[in-house]
């Protein structure tokens, strides 16, 4: 009879000692899962942010074309193409200042023409960048701006 006895006392400590290994294991589990969403969401966030990167630099080289054929808008522009190519949209604003720096052989002031193009590319809203606190705090949105600046003088050459 204590053969029967001492048996009943020794079953059961497997099944605790799995118990517990499998919820561990669960909780490895849990964890890799909740950090590859973790990392997917960077990864997507990284892309978007590369994206409107690129296209605000097309904004500026866009700018510098305009520029190159004597067009300079203060107001801002925005560019249709790059929303339906890319998603971004993006707007180009040109302001400059004209001034005078030395002579020339003759005597007479030389022209200059300060230039600053910024180039702003963002994937939300009716506008950009954009004013819409609902469209801001979306975690998908994505802003880059981009700003140049050039000097021209007043014969179509560079300073």
């Known amino acids: 009879m204590k053969r029967i006895t001492n048996r009943l006392r020794q ?3 497997a099944y605790i000692a799995a118990v ?3 919820v561990v294991v669960a909780g490895v589990c849990v964890a890799l899962l909740r950090m590859t969403g973790t990392q997917q969401a960077t990864v997507d966030t990284a892309l978007l942010g590369a994206r409107a990167s690129l296209a605000a630099r097309g904004g500026i080289e866009w700018g510098f074309y305009q520029l190159r054929n004597g067009s300079c808008d203060d107001k801002g522009r925005t560019l ?3 929303a339906s190519d890319s998603g971004f949209q993006v707007t180009v604003r040109c302001t ?3 001034f005078n720096e030395g002579e020339d052989s003759a005597g007479k002031p030389v022209q200059k023409r300060m230039v600053q193009l910024e180039a702003v590319a963002c994937n ?3 506008t950009c960048p954009s004013t819409e606190a609902a469209v801001v705090a979306n ?3 994505v802003e880059r701006r981009r700003v ?3 000097c021209i003088m007043d014969t179509a050459a560079l300073c």
């Open 20 to 22: 517990v290994l499998l």
């Open 11 to 13: 079953s059961g400590f």
């Open 139 to 141: 975690p998908g949105y």
């Open 148 to 150: 140049a600046t050039t």
């Open 124 to 126: 939300g809203g009716a």
């Open 96 to 98: 400059y200042k004209d």
């Open 80 to 82: 249709a193409d790059f």
